[in-house]
Each structure stands twice: as structure tokens, then as C-alpha cells.
């Protein structure tokens, strides 16, 4: 076959391919898809099944104005796959999920169990498993992203943003939803959630995140307010910044450390037929703020704050852990994963009787507090005379 | 009928890309847990040996594939009755590939379009390039490793911030059993499957070059393997590892440089089709070439429409589901391919050297 007969063939061929073979197989546009900014999920007492609550961005909003929409849709269902198409026949377009940046759920449920809640996030591949969790210490999580009724932005979008600098104050975990799942299953390792709560103050409503929710296994059985879940984090080596308030000599808050590394060492040891758990913080900090005129080259040396520091630091984390250890038996800091590691043979034997072994868990903990700097000023103001 | 030669460095990169095919992205058998890369490294040494093996029949049997040897050892009757299984295997095998890449794209990539689709694609590119002849499939090789690799490096490099080294302790966890149960999967699947290349030793230049294209690439493989296999270790930990089909998916997904470098999964999954792609072709040609040997064909090119069309087909019906293809490739494969992969190049290496002494025994030449 040559001439022209077979170059019409190929013109004809590359024409048909053209039409039918280029684009997408299922293509669709964004204004038919409502985009999920977050989700809330809570326990739906009248059918004993589970609510879902969607945040959801709002495309239709027009682009002259410089805030998003956004919308609001709650439904009840048995699993949450259902309800997730389910809420097509609402809103009537297909809900796209790759944007959510957020998942809050209510107590009553984190305390009936979490994996029925977050594994189809985890399984689907239209969701991410890289969305941020958190536990409402409200009594609805549906409150939470109610708020912005009030506020006029996507609560989801700010918690998000939240998350991002929590690094800055570290009085909550920050926990995205594999990292969840990793917890749980890892053997010697017991998961925590960041708690958020709607502070009202001066008749100003606001959502904030701080404090943990503990687990055991995937249910929630405590919380730990903001301050406890600092300790917490040293003691998990999550620690990325915040601030440590330390009282003068006489026992008053006066001096601001701002945390610009820490590092945390767990070491289980055997000593005395007993296991024990070393654990040795390591923090360099930075002299932010003094509330006095007090002589730093004087009585209250810098040296001096650093030790007393540092003795306030170790008797809270201690403070923590035991609190932990009694209340919870909850092993949030991951020392059964660090006796695994260590010393996979005596971990073998203590496995399965492991959340007792930990309640009585001996453990020792040494905190060492540097002051590298003093921030700009070489020394504190001084009162003329 | 032309004979085809592509020099050692393309036959490299097709044992290369032939080996880290579809484990690059269905990962290896994981019994071990995070002991899983001693397997590894155990998998390759006792590969090296058999290479070894192969690369002798090479010198044995110059200028002749898998199936004149077969044909030579056995005679006529027995012989054409294993390049039977050797065609059923190679046949086989391309329709697992081809269903691995469907599964792949029906469960993550493209999960609305039908399986039958990207795999009848990239069958037809295949049966192209099979048609075209092994020097294309040797160019291309060469050209998409350097791709293939380079777009492994990127991504081993972009997902260190994400590696947590306490999940490699500690150390040999549950013992040595599970390590050597994987090693025999690993050994299986992928780095003994290269026994297809057998089929295609009438491409290889020189008398010896054989041993040469068969170590460093397996070598290479298994590096590259390593590689990919401890870093998705690292980023997902031994447990959720274990639960994935895709382990390699799931980890380039949570690489996050400065929330602006994410998702980048699905970039990823190109090389997956690049190694995919040369794998599936080098089964179909040893395939054809088999055929054609059995039914005395001028050339395998007559074939190669239909057994190219034949595979795509039986990739659709080859499994019920994905649960079934993760249990048949991590449980049943490493039983089923030791027939092919190494019993049968053994008997033939034996009776080989056994009539190879004979005959310098009895008089000077063969030939």
C-alpha cells in the first residue's frame, strides 16, 4: 500500500485517535465537585448511628469578593462511606476530598473507638491520609465548625494554619491521621490527640487547640489540659519550640525561655532485677523576657535560672508520667517501643502484660536546661535614679 | 532472517529494568517486617550463583536462546514439551505484570476508568516495540533507565526529612524464619524471573559477555530494590508497611517539602510504567520466540500480534480481585516459579556439561 491511498489512511487514522483517544477518561470541572475543607464527626443519639458534619468551600462565591464562601452540611448515616455519598443528594454535586485539611471528632465517639471513624479516611483514595486530627472538648465537634457562622472564615483552613505554628507554643500534638494509625499499631506505643475547645472570652467566641486526648489502643481515656501536654512532648522528644515560665528566688513567674531545640533520650536499663527508664532531656533556650530590674550578674545568675529550670522541668515531666502511669496506664510516651528496641529479648517476656508493667514502670528522669542567649539586651532595664 | 546483536550496556538495562519491574512499586515479600533488607541482600547472593549457571549456558551454547538449548539437550519431543512451560510461563508472567500495572491504576491512579484500558496501552506499545525488535527494546531500555533512575534518586532524596530510623530496631525481631521465608519470595520475585532472559541470549554480542550483562545487572537491581525497599521502610514503619499494596505509592505521598513540593505520587508512578514496559516486552518477545522455535516459524514477528493480544486478555481474567494477586504473588508464586526458574536450567546445565565432556572426550570439535 503507498500514495496517496495510504497517506489519506494515516491522515483519517491520526484524525479518529485525535477525537477519541485524547483528554481524560472521566474529566470533570471544579464548579461541578464541592470541595471539603473539613470534617466534623459526632455521635447522632436519635438513630444511634453517626453524624457527619462537612465544611465545605464555596465556589460559587463569586470573584469579586476576597473571602471564600463556605457552607455548611451535616447528615446521619451508619458508616461514614455512606454518608459521605449520601451528602450528594444534598448538595448534588460529588464531594472532592483531596483538599480537606481537617478531621474533628467528638469525645463520646474517640471514647467508643476511633478506627470505625478513621479508616475509611485512611483506605479511600479520594481522601489523604495526611489531615490533621483533633478531639472536641466540646460536647459536639459540629460546634467547632459552627464557628464560623460568627467568624466569616473556614474554621478548617485556620486549624490548619494552627497546626502549622503549633510548633511555636507545643501545647498540642500535632497528630495527621497516619501518624494515628502508626500509633496504633505499633506495639509499645499508645496514641494522643490534640483537644480543642471553644474559649468565650468577653463574649468572643473562639476555638482553641490545647491539651491531649490519651488512647488506649483507639479509644480515648483521658485528657491532659495544655500545660501537661508540654511535658508530655518533652518526654516524647516532639518538642520544636514554646516558652518555659520560670519563677524568680522567691517564686513568682518572671523569666520567659524561649525553647529553641530540645532533645530527649529514653533508655531502658535493667538494674536490680527491675526494669527502669532513664529518661534525659537536653533543652537550649533563649532568655526572652525578665519582669524585674533584678541584676543578672549578681544573686540571680544566669546559672541560676538554668538550674532552676531545669529542676522545674524534670519535676514536671516526672509529674506527668505519673500522672499517666496512675490514671491512664496509657503508654503515650512510647517507652514499650524503646524497650523493644533496646532489649527485644526482655520485651518478649513483658509484651502481653505490658499496660501493668508500665503502671509500675520505674522511671527516672534527668532535665538539663542551657540559656544560650539573652535576646538583644545584654542585661535588664535599669531604673534611673 | 537478520540477525539481531545490542551491545552489553543495553542488555544491562533491560535485566535491570526487568528485575525492578513491578517490585519497584508492589514492593517485596514482608514477613520480616524491618528485617526485611537482610532478605533482600541474602535474596541477591543466592542469585548470583544461578546467574552464574545461566551465564554458562551462554559459553556452552553460543548463539542459541533458551529454547534451541532445550530442543539440543532433550531432543526433539522432550525438549519442544519444556519450551512449552517456558511459554506458558513467559506468557504468564508478562499477564501478571500487566495486571500488576492494572490493579495499580485501578486502585490509586486512575480509579474510574476500566483495568482493561491502560493495560491494553501499554500491551500495545509493547507488541510495537516486540515487532520493531530487541534493539529497539535494548535503545529504549537504555534511554528509560537513565530516566528511571533519575527520577529514584529525586525521590530518595526529597523523602530523607521523613525517614525515622528507630523503625529498623530492632534488629531481626521475630528471628530468622520469616527472614528466610522472605528471602525465597524475594528470591523468586523478582530476581530469578530473569531466567526469561534466557530466551533472548541470541541478542548477547561475545562468547562470554554473558556473565557480565547477568551480575552487574542483578547486582544493580537489587541495589536499587534495597534502596527503595528501606526507604519505604523507613518512612512507614514495619506495621503499616505490611498493610499497603503499594508501599511505594503510599510514602512518595507523604513527602511534604515546605507544603509547596507534595504530592508528587503520582509523577512517581511514571517510572513504574518505564520498567513496566520493558519487563512486559522482553516477556512477549521470549514468548513469540518460543512459538515460533516449537512450530518451526520463519520468524517470531508472525506471532506477535496475537500472543501480545492473548496476554492483555489474560491479565483481565488472570485474578478475581487484588487480594487474590497479593496472595498468589507473595504465597504461591515463590512455589510456582521454581520449576522455571530453577529445576529445569539446572537439568538442562547438568545434561549439558555432562554431554559437553562426552563429546571433547570422544573427538576435538562438536561442531
Same mark, same amino acid.
Given at each position: 500500500m503507498k500514495g496517496p491511498a495510504s497517506r489519506l489512511l494515516a491522515v483519517l487514522l491520526a484524525v479518529c485517535m485525535l477525537v477519541s483517544l485524547s483528554?481524560?477518561?472521566?474529566y470533570s470541572e471544579i464548579d461541578d465537585m464541592s470541595i471539603v475543607a473539613g470534617v466534623a464527626l459526632d455521635t447522632n443519639k436519635a438513630d444511634n448511628n453517626i453524624q457527619m458534619t462537612v465544611e465545605m468551600v464555596d465556589?460559587?462565591?463569586?470573584? &469579586?469578593?476576597n473571602e471564600t464562601g463556605f457552607k455548611i452540611l451535616s447528615l446521619s448515616g451508619d458508616t461514614i462511606f455512606n454518608i459521605a455519598r449520601s451528602m450528594i443528594s444534598i448538595t448534588g454535586r460529588k464531594l472532592f476530598w483531596s483538599h480537606a485539611k481537617v478531621i474533628i471528632i467528638s469525645e463520646e465517639l474517640a471514647r467508643e473507638g476511633l478506627i470505625k471513624v478513621i479508616d475509611w479516611y485512611s483506605r479511600d483514595?479520594?481522601?489523604?491520609?495526611d489531615v490533621f486530627i483533633f478531639i472536641s472538648g466540646? &460536647?459536639?465537634?459540629r460546634q467547632v465548625l459552627d464557628l464560623n457562622s460568627t467568624k466569616k472564615t473556614i474554621i478548617s483552613f485556620e486549624l490548619a494554619q494552627m497546626m502549622r505554628d503549633e510548633k511555636f507554643t507545643g501545647t498540642a500534638p500535632v497528630v495527621e491521621i497516619w501518624d494515628f494509625i502508626d500509633k496504633l499499631e505499633t506495639p509499645g506505643k499508645n496514641a494522643i490527640a490534640p483537644l480543642i475547645n471553644i474559649s468565650e472570652v468577653n463574649g468572643q467566641k473562639n476555638e482553641r487547640v490545647a491539651g491531649a486526648a490519651v488512647f488506649v489502643g483507639d479509644r480515648m481515656v483521658g485528657k491532659l489540659d495544655g500545660k501537661e501536654t508540654q511535658f508530655t512532648l518533652f518526654a516524647k522528644n516532639d518538642i520544636k519550640g514554646g516558652v518555659l515560665t520560670v519563677d524568680n528566688e522567691r517564686g513568682i513567674p518572671t523569666y520567659s525561655l524561649e525553647i529553641l531545640s530540645s532533645r530527649t533520650k529514653v533508655k531502658p536499663v535493667w538494674t536490680g532485677g527491675k526494669l527502669q527508664l532513664q529518661v534525659s532531656t537536653l533543652t537550649h533556650t533563649g532568655l526572652?523576657?525578665?519582669?524585674?530590674?533584678?541584676?543578672?550578674?549578681?544573686?540571680?545568675s544566669i546559672q541560676a535560672i538554668e538550674e532552676r529550670a531545669s529542676a522545674d522541668l524534670q519535676e514536671q515531666i516526672l509529674a506527668v508520667i505519673r500522672k499517666v502511669q496512675r490514671?491512664?496506664?496509657?503508654d503515650i510516651f512510647g517507652f514499650g517501643k524503646a524497650v523493644h528496641d533496646d532489649m527485644p529479648q526482655i520485651w518478649h517476656g513483658i509484651e502481653k502484660r505490658w499496660p501493668q508493667e508500665f503502671k509500675e514502670l520505674d522511671i527516672k528522669v534527668t532535665s538539663k536546661v542551657v540559656i544560650q542567649s539573652t535576646a538583644k539586651s545584654s542585661r535588664t532595664i535599669k531604673l534611673g535614679d | 532472517m537478520g540477525k539481531e546483536i545490542i551491545p552489553a550496556g543495553q542488555s544491562i538495562s533491560i535485566v535491570i529494568l526487568f528485575i525492578i519491574g513491578s517490585s519497584l512499586f508492589m514492593?517485596?515479600?514482608?514477613?520480616?517486617?524491618?528485617s526485611s533488607w537482610i532478605a533482600l541482600i541474602l535474596a541477591v547472593l543466592l542469585t548470583l550463583p544461578l546467574m552464574l549457571i545461566y551465564a554458562r549456558l551462554h559459553v556452552l551454547f553460543p548463539g542459541k536462546n533458551l529454547y534451541d538449548m532445550l530442543i539440543a539437550v532433550f531432543g526433539g519431543f522432550i525438549g519442544r514439551l519444556f519450551c512449552c512451560l517456558y511459554i506458558w510461563y513467559t506468557l504468564h508472567l508478562g499477564s501478571l505484570v500487566l495486571r500488576n500495572y492494572g490493579e495499580f491504576s485501578k486502585t490509586?491512579?486512575?480509579?474510574?476508568?476500566?483495568?482493561l484500558a491502560p493495560m491494553l496501552i501499554v500491551g500495545l506499545l509493547c507488541i510495537w516495540a516486540v515487532n520493531a525488535g530487541m534493539e529497539v527494546v535494548g535503545r529504549s531500555a537504555k534511554f528509560l533507565l537513565l530516566f528511571t533512575l533519575a527520577v529514584i534518586v529525586v525521590v530518595q532524596l526529597l523523602s530523607i526529612p521523613k525517614?525515622?530510623?528507630?523503625?529498623?530496631?530492632?534488629?531481626l525481631d521475630s528471628g530468622w524464619g520469616p527472614v528466610f521465608q522472605d528471602m525465597a519470595g524475594t528470591f523468586t520475585f523478582p530476581?530469578?524471573?530473569?531466567?526469561?532472559?534466557l530466551g533472548a541470549?541470541?541478542?548477547?554480542?561475545?562468547?562470554?559477555?554473558a556473565v557480565r550483562v547477568l551480575i552487574s545487572g542483578v547486582v544493580i537491581a537489587g541495589v536499587i530494590i534495597i534502596g527503595v525497599s528501606v526507604r519505604n521502610l523507613l518512612v512507614l514503619g514495619p506495621e503499616i508497611l505490611s498493610s499497603l499494596y503499594f508501599p511505594s505509592y503510599v510514602a512518595v505521598s507523604?513527602?511534604?517539602?515546605?507544603?509547596?513540593?507534595?504530592?508528587?505520587e503520582g509523577s512517581s508512578a511514571i517510572i513504574f510504567v518505564t520498567s513496566l514496559f520493558i519487563k512486559v516486552s522482553l516477556c512477549l518477545y521470549v514468548a513469540c520466540q518460543g512459538i515460533a522455535r516449537v512450530f518451526k516459524?520463519?520468524?517470531?514477528?508472525?506471532?506477535v500480534l496475537q500472543t501480545g493480544l492473548i496476554m492483555v486478555c489474560m491479565a483481565d481474567f488472570i485474578y478475581k480481585d487484588i487480594t487474590q494477586m497479593q496472595y498468589f504473588a507473595y504465597h504461591i508464586y515463590k512455589i510456582y516459579a521454581l520449576p522455571f526458574q530453577v529445576f529445569i536450567p539446572l537439568l538442562l546445565w547438568i545434561t549439558a556439561e555432562i554431554m559437553a565432556h562426552r563429546s571433547t572426550g570422544r573427538e576435538e570439535d562438536v561442531q
Open positions: 483528554g481524560c477518561w472521566n465556589t460559587q462565591g463569586g470573584l &469579586q469578593d483514595t479520594e481522601t489523604r491520609a466540646e &460536647q459536639n465537634a526572652d523576657e525578665v519582669m524585674s530590674t533584678v541584676d543578672l550578674n549578681g544573686k540571680e490514671e491512664y496506664q496509657a | 514492593g517485596t515479600s514482608g514477613e520480616s517486617g524491618n490509586v491512579a486512575l480509579t474510574s476508568t476500566p483495568m525517614f525515622e530510623y528507630q523503625h529498623l530496631q530492632p534488629l530476581f530469578a524471573e530473569i531466567v526469561v532472559f541470549f541470541t541478542v548477547l554480542p561475545r562468547k562470554g559477555s507523604r513527602i511534604n517539602i515546605g507544603d509547596f513540593l507534595t504530592r508528587i516459524l520463519e520468524s517470531y514477528r508472525s506471532v
